[in-house]
């Protein structure tokens, strides 16, 4: 079992950059791939970021390429999601999620989710 608790969500203008938090107790950290998602009111939870269980892989989604950055500190305990750049169509809560296999794109391959914490860009 693993237990996600996320952090670092607010309202931002766009252009600007925030930092969010998510830190895991529970089973070994280290063990997990890791991944953030985000939803946006009325649309399907989108992929937006996963990195495996050392920090040395990395994917992204499409709409957040070369603006955000997803990284690890296993020593810590805690995944991050740096985002630049802003805009506002990345308003959404976001999640991050641990997954006991290979992380991926989708979903199904995660085990576990935190509650999410919400991001708002201003225009």
């Known amino acids: 079992q693993v237990q996600l608790v996320e952090s670092g969500g607010r309202l931002v203008q766009a252009g600007g950059s925030l930092r969010l938090s998510c830190a895991a107790s529970?089973?070994?950290?280290?063990?997990?791939?890791m991944g953030w998602f985000r939803q946006a009111p009325g649309k399907e939870r989108e992929f937006v970021a996963t990195?495996?269980?050392?920090?040395?892989?990395?994917y992204y989604g499409d709409s957040v390429k070369g603006r955000f950055t997803i990284s690890r500190d296993n020593a810590k305990n805690t995944l991050y999601l740096q985002m630049n750049s802003l805009k506002p169509e990345d308003t959404a809560v976001y999640y991050c999620?641990?997954?006991?296999?290979?992380?991926?794109?989708?979903?199904?391959?995660?085990?576990?989710w935190g509650q999410g914490t919400q991001v708002t860009v201003s225009s």
């Open positions: 999620s641990a997954s006991g296999g290979v992380g991926s794109s989708i979903r199904g391959s995660y085990d576990y």
């Open positions: 990195i495996n269980w050392s920090g040395a892989t990395t």
């Open positions: 529970g089973r070994t950290f280290s063990s997990y791939a």
